[in-house]
T-cell receptor, first 113, second 113 residues
Framework: GAVVSQHPSWVICKSGTSVKIECRSL??????MFWYRQFPKQSLMLMAT?????????EQGVEKDKFLINHASLTLSTLTVTSAHPEDSSFYIC?????????FGQGTRLTVV | KQEVTQIPAALSVPEGENLVLNCSFT??????LQWFRQDPGKGLTSLLL?????REQTSGRLNASLDKSSGRSTLYIAASQPGDSATYLC????????????FGKGTHLIIQP
């Protein structure tokens, strides 16, 4: 159990455009999901906590207007990178807590050109 | 603020050897610790979850121990195989509740055939 699915697995976009990443809990309901970012050869850094039916909580230094999070249902959270720039290129990955710990999606490799 | 350190940063050993990966954390007030595996460009696979009341967990050739008072955990891999090559990450909850995780930078493991 506790399968988390993320889509797309990779995306290339032009600078200035917006990209939406979806995170779904497939076999359980998640009132809270988490979004992380990982730069090359670095570890995962928590960006924000996505709360179903309420506003997301952002970590210090993460721009909430740049990284829009919507958690409209108990099985879906979305992260939209608005007006993307090359420095936003990174690996984005979502997570949710299951009974046996935290489970992660497959990740999304975002490249902004 | 919780900080997680993993030693060594990289390790290369011949197939068949037993090995130990180390993880330390600064705030011992954790309620669990989790070990993950990450293959290049992929998401995270949960390996073992140790609750704060436990001292160790075992899954196949993997054994993880937890010494909460000293802020340390080890991941023991027995009879290593080339398929074990990956980056191993240690993570603890960032706060006292159902928070996101704080990760170490990982140990990049290479098992030589």
């Amino acid at each position: 159990g506790a399968v988390v699915s993320q889509h797309p697995s990779w995306v290339i976009c032009k600078s200035g455009t917006s990209v939406k990443i979806e995170c779904r809990s497939l076999d359980f309901q998640a009132t809270t999901m988490f979004w992380y970012r990982q730069f090359p050869k670095q570890s995962l850094m928590l960006m924000a906590t996505s709360n179903e039916g309420s506003k997301a909580t952002y970590e210090q230094g993460v721009e909430k207007d740049k990284f829009l999070i919507n958690h409209a249902s108990l099985t879906l959270s979305t992260l939209t990178v608005t007006s993307a720039h090359p420095e936003d290129s990174s690996f984005y990955i979502c997570s949710a807590w299951g009974v046996r710990g935290a489970f992660f999606g497959q990740g999304t490799r975002l490249t902004v050109v | 603020k919780q900080e997680v350190t993993q030693i060594p940063a990289a390790l290369s050993v011949p197939e068949g050897e037993n090995l130990v990966l180390n993880c330390s954390f600064t705030d011992s007030a954790i309620y669990n610790l989790q070990w993950f595996r990450q293959d290049p460009g992929k998401g995270l696979t949960s390996l073992l979850l140790i609750q704060s009341s436990q001292r160790e967990q075992t899954s196949g050739r993997l054994n993880a121990s937890l010494d909460k008072s000293s802020g340390r955990s080890t991941l023991y891999i027995a009879a290593s195989q080339p398929g074990d090559s990956a980056t191993y990450l240690c993570a603890v909850p960032s706060g006292g509740g159902a928070d996101g995780l704080t990760f170490g930078k990982g140990t990049h493991l290479i098992i030589q055939p």
